[in-house]
């Protein structure tokens, strides 16, 4: 087979099965095609994976992040410390709400934030951390925790990328302050769009209810009043028979991921990139759910450059990659409120050498061996 005729392998793909898509179609029909039985259905079922926490949809994980932040009753006047390594709805919901990002940098071992730099960066105005779990990769959560603790600080759990993902046995979700999860089409669980909210009491599912459509209750037939500013952040029942669909195999999607990526470890091992300097995910098969696969290169060891890299990948053995993530303070908007290189190294190199390679459930190890073997020819061609 030449390598023209190969099947184009994309970074990621979702895995719908018929009988989700004969369930979207009884939807359609039903005619009642926004929030409704199926969202209460979806709630029903992540709260029972949460641990019997209370659970609220949205249309979005940026949503979740920012509904998030006004239960914890984080505003103007307020820090919010973060990582720069992370997709950028992590600081733009903060500056949504009127408070101030404050980074910290990334432990390059794990890619997420360096818990033995979070004291430093505290300070009288800080109100919340929101960690995030890069590639699903949970942080030491007992150490989050304390200090959170000591310095009574909220804490929204950016778990865009952790369904599925745990701590010390137990589901993300299922401890913690308040925790986000995203539904994108490219996350581990997926409704097209969508995210959910895991909260503390019932008051803080009321208020998320409320936030979520327009701060409206309703009352008996023709009751309704409006006592909180809310938005349009509802999703529809449509999605949500996504998400129920894709609950049914979320146990086979983990065990899946996990084998993939004991594929990627081994298809890597003792060849040219390793031997290069390509740097590998730290090895953890114990809490991450391994939402992604990402390598970073050694681009001082490469006459090419990382774009060449993933442009050969997609060119001469048609296979997709991403870029997860560029630092989020080395944007014009966060570099206009006086971000600048230097400032977070560990999340500007990882920044800007990671590649994200395909990792999805319809993925075969034979895939993977595809992906390590191309890897491995470009190194062998482009080192010095
Ligand atoms: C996907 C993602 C989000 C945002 O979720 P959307 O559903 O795309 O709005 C936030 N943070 C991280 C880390 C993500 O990966």
């Not at 940026?62 to 239960?71: F, H, P």
């Not at 103007?76 to 410390?81: A, F, L, N, T």
């Not at 390059?108 to 800080?126: C, G, H, Q, S």
Request: aromatic share 8%; charged share 20%; with cysteine.
């Amino acid at each position: 087979m030449t390598q023209d005729s190969l099947p184009f392998l994309p970074f990621v793909r979702p895995e719908i099965d018929e009988e989700t898509i004969a369930g979207v179609a009884d939807v359609l029909r039903s005619g009642w095609i926004t929030t409704g039985p199926q969202n209460q259905a979806f709630e029903e079922q992540l709260s029972a994976f949460c641990g019997g926490r209370p659970v609220r949809t949205f249309n979005s994980g940026t949503a979740t992040m920012e509904i998030g932040l006004r239960i914890a009753g984080v505003g103007p006047g307020d820090e919010v410390i973060t990582t720069p390594a992370s997709w950028v709805a992590t600081a733009n919901v903060i500056l949504e709400v009127g408070a101030t990002p404050v980074f910290v940098d990334i432990d390059p071992a794990t890619r997420n934030i360096d818990l033995n730099l979070l004291e430093k960066a505290i300070t009288p105005r800080t109100k919340a951390i929101i960690p995030v779990f890069l590639a699903g990769l949970p942080v030491d959560m007992d150490r989050l925790y304390d200090i959170a603790r000591a310095y009574k600080l909220r804490v929204i759990e950016d778990a865009a990328q952790a369904f599925g993902a745990t701590w010390r046995g137990e589901r993300i979700g299922k401890l913690g302050d308040i925790v986000s999860f995203s539904f994108h089409a490219n996350k581990n669980l997926t409704s097209i769009e969508g995210g959910a909210l895991v909260l503390n009491d019932a008051d803080e599912a009321e208020l998320a209810r409320k936030y979520r459509l327009q701060g409206v209750t309703r009352k008996g037939f023709d009751g309704m009043d409006c006592d909180v500013l809310g938005g349009k952040y509802n999703l529809t029942d449509v999605a949500a028979r996504v998400g129920l669909g894709q609950l049914a195999h979320v146990e086979r999607f983990l065990a899946q991921r996990k084998k993939l990526a004991r594929a990627y470890f081994a298809g890597f091992e003792g060849g040219a990139a390793v031997a290069l300097g390509v740097g590998l995910p730290a090895a953890e098969f114990e809490n991450g759910n391994w939402h992604m696969f990402q390598i970073t290169l050694p681009l001082e060891r490469l006459t090419i450059d990382r774009a060449a890299v993933m442009q050969k990948l997609h060119d001469v053995y048609r296979i997709g990659s991403g870029v997860h993530y560029p630092a989020i303070h080395l944007f014009t908007l966060y570099r206009a409120r006086g971000f600048a290189p230097g400032m977070f190294p560990h999340a500007e190199r990882f920044g800007a050498t990671t590649v994200t390679l395909p990792l999805f459930t319809l993925m075969t190890e034979r895939d993977v061996a595809r992906v390590c073997g191309a890897v491995n020819e470009i190194c062998e061609q482009y080192g010095k």
